[in-house]
């Protein structure tokens, strides 16, 4: 299996960061494309790219559900490996994407994980959460999360027994793409800013 991707920021950069995308948009979205160039300016090289399913409706514009989980985690296992050398690797993504990666960042040596809005559970349904490997997670995590994200609000994941090497940075009113309301007084925008630069500052503590 042979994998695209898009590489933002300095080649020669101290830290490389790969994202995947979510379950329903590609690797270009606005917001995949937003934070790839956010870390870009900061100094960081950015690896972005997409799974089998989303690399097919590329080519001919069909929706398609994700790939079965075994096809993901191979898919993020060839792209760490194929992933020039870097001083330090973090490894990350939107939603799915992130999943993913957390299922895999034990085994692959890497310095970091952050998510983009974790998929805790399918919305409506609390009880079919996705956490037990995350209560005995390794690897320092950063999780962004929207304060009133179906799929993981803030009482939601209180009572979860996530593991010490998490943590989480809440965003307010933020859904699962961390859009708050409009009576909340903040803007997409803002929760976006306040993401990235809680990224920046979890990537700077990896390179010390």
Same mark, same amino acid.
């Given at each position: 299996?042979?994998?695209?991707?898009? #590489?933002?920021?300095?080649?020669?950069?101290?830290?490389?960061?790969?994202?995947?995308?979510?379950?329903?948009?590609?690797?270009?979205?606005?917001?995949?494309?937003?934070?790839?160039?956010?870390?870009?300016?900061?100094?960081?090289?950015?690896?972005?790219?997409?799974?089998?399913?989303?690399?097919?409706?590329?080519?001919?514009?069909?929706?398609?559900?994700? !790939?079965?989980?075994?096809?993901?985690?191979?898919?993020?296992?060839?792209?760490?490996?194929?992933?020039?050398?870097?001083? *330090?690797?973090?490894?990350?993504?939107?939603?799915?994407?992130?999943?993913?990666?957390?299922?895999?960042?034990?085994?692959?040596?890497? !310095?970091?994980?952050?998510?983009?809005?974790?998929?805790? *559970?399918?919305?409506?349904?609390?009880?079919? #959460?996705?956490?037990? *490997?995350?209560? #005995?997670?390794?690897?320092?995590?950063?999780?962004?999360?929207?304060?009133?994200?179906?799929? @993981?609000?803030?009482?939601?994941?209180?009572?979860?027994? &996530?593991?010490? #090497?998490?943590?989480?940075?809440? &965003?307010?009113? @933020? !859904? *699962?793409?961390?859009?708050?309301?409009?009576?909340?007084?903040?803007?997409?925008?803002?929760?976006?800013?306040?993401?990235?630069?809680?990224?920046?500052?979890?990537?700077?503590?990896?390179?010390?």
């Amino acid at each position: 299996m042979t994998i695209d991707v898009q #590489t933002d920021g300095p080649t020669a950069a101290a830290l490389t960061m790969i994202l995947a995308h979510g379950a329903g948009a590609p690797m270009d979205s606005p917001f995949m494309a937003f934070f790839a160039a956010g870390l870009a300016v900061a100094g960081m090289r950015v690896v972005r790219f997409e799974f089998p399913y989303m690399a097919r409706r590329r080519v001919d514009g069909r929706k398609r559900p994700p !790939d079965r989980a075994e096809i993901l985690l191979a898919s993020w296992r060839e792209v760490i490996a194929a992933t020039a050398p870097a001083e *330090h690797l973090v490894i990350g993504g939107k939603s799915l994407g992130g999943r993913m990666a957390s299922m895999v960042v034990d085994q692959c040596g890497v !310095d970091g994980i952050v998510c983009l809005g974790y998929p805790f *559970h399918p919305p409506g349904k609390p009880e079919a #959460t996705r956490i037990a *490997h995350l209560a #005995t997670l390794r690897t320092p995590t950063l999780i962004l999360q929207g304060e009133r994200d179906p799929f @993981g609000d803030r009482e939601d994941v209180a009572a979860y027994p &996530l593991a010490a #090497t998490i943590r989480l940075h809440w &965003l307010a009113d @933020g !859904d *699962h793409s961390f859009k708050p309301r409009a009576a909340s007084g903040r803007s997409e925008r803002q929760n976006w800013d306040e993401a990235l630069a809680a990224i920046i500052a979890f990537l700077g503590a990896r390179q010390r």
